[in-house]
């Protein structure tokens, strides 16, 4: 069997990381692990760039403006979006899920999914570097391992020419 590899090795790569500014404390929390193993896995500080939006349902837009520049490597989408009382949650849920896949198929950059839709806030809190661990330093990871995936696809899985950090 053959396989292709796929490591993790962020060196040399540009990421954008599109961040929701609803449920901010959650949303910082995911951001600093993102961002803390992006550095960790050897992405420089100068290659991480940050875009700010109001809130979940802006992310779609946003990652797909920027997979569009052709600029970077892979993007990383965080927020939250936490159940209330009304059916505004699967809403926002179904929008920015269908966004955020529809960005990725329709530029082919890599975009790591690392928005938490949750019951409440304590559920939220402990996926953003609780109990539960951070889902930004999943979602680094994801991003990390695709950027580095993606460009070897277009050859035999092995072959010679596969590109290796």
């Known amino acids: 069997m053959k396989t292709w590899s796929a490591p993790r090795d962020a060196q040399g790569l540009r990421f954008a990381v599109v961040v929701s500014r609803f449920n901010h404390l959650v949303s910082v929390r995911l951001l600093e692990g993102c961002v803390r193993e992006l550095e960790t896995r050897g992405a420089a500080s ?16 946003a990652a797909r403006a920027l997979a569009a520049t052709r600029r970077y490597d892979g993007i990383v989408t965080l927020g939250s979006v936490i159940r209330g009382g009304t059916p505004h949650f699967e809403y926002v849920c179904r929008a920015v899920t269908d966004g ?39 979602a680094a990871l994801a991003v990390v391992e695709m950027a580095r995936l993606l460009p070897g ?7 010679a020419h596969e590109r290796t950090p």
């Open 100 to 138: 955020v896949r529809e960005a990725m198929r329709d530029t082919g950059v890599p975009i790591a999914f690392g928005v938490l839709t949750t019951d409440d806030a304590e559920q939220a809190l402990a996926r953003a570097g609780g109990n539960d661990g951070n889902k930004g330093v999943d």
């Open 46 to 61: 100068d290659d991480i760039h940050v875009a700010w939006v109001p809130g979940a349902f802006e992310i779609p837009l």
């Open 153 to 159: 696809l277009t050859r035999p899985p092995g072959s």
